[in-house]
């Protein structure tokens, strides 16, 4: 038999990294870091082994560390010291984001990135303002309309404490273009949104939810988040934050969503991230306890792969594990 195509004559040791599309770099990975108000040392956070909540003190310490790997972004989420109604510390000029950006920003040459949203801030833990009937009505939850002034209220208050970027998560209508609106009246013209433009309701986040302190209290999300199954809604979705004005569009969870992240990629002209979420995390570090899978080997797997689908960032629990390999 004559054949004449071989792939294989591609894939020996030497030729093989001349032909690969693909090169994950420590520049493509931001880390997320957790300021926790209310601790006053590190804890570790169970469900997502060797990440911690670390106290305002330990905030440049713990970036120091993940700078270290050669890893130079940083997502900062905060845990407050209390919570109320309409989550108020959100938006407090020394509420712990800010507090902690003030000292990253200050201290060490990390791109610091900040979470806008109120779940972790709310005594409920939904994303938004609540409706009267919410509790009676889970139909209804979150009031989008109004939720919109406290993100833009957020956003603003980071960005004056020295965040580099935001990043609104809550799947608001129209909150990247509030946003936008509240940082270009402050000043902030230069200061880049990255949304959370198709987000998930996704029982990919339950880890997180333990990490941050943000379940809701009642309900889910899946009147603000979106429905797995819709990847057209998710255009939608991701096209109406442009037009808003979002500078870097995220798809998030990832592996799950690949075709999400691809379809992103090819349809709009800006960059695209991809958040491998903590239950992608949680879940290889529980098989690769039981011997089941190689930690590394999936960890760098997963990433090579979420970047082949499209993505040009990815936020990720593994970055610094993976970054010192790359
Ligand atoms: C808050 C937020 C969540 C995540 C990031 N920002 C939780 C949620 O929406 O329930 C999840 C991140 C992860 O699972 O790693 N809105």
Redesign the pocket.
Known sequence: MELRDRPRRLRSDGVRPLVSETRLAPTDLIAPVFVDATADERVPIDSMPGHERVPIDEAVARVEEVRETGVEAVMLFGIPRSKDERGSRAWAEDGVVQEATRRIVAETDAYVIT?V?L?EYTDHGH?GLLEESAESDPRLTVRNDETLELLSEIAVSHAEAGAHMVAP??MTDGMVGAIREGLDGAGFESVPIMSYAAKFESA??G???DAAD?APAFGD?RHY?MDPANAREAMREVRLDVEQGADVLMVKPALPYLDVVRDVRREFDRPVAA?N???EYAMLHAAAERGWLDLEETALESLLCVKRAGADLILTYFAEDVAPRL
Do not use: I, L, T, W
């Open positions: 979470d949203c779940c994303c998560s809550s990919f986040y880890p997180f939810r943000g999300r988040q958040y979420v903590s239950g």
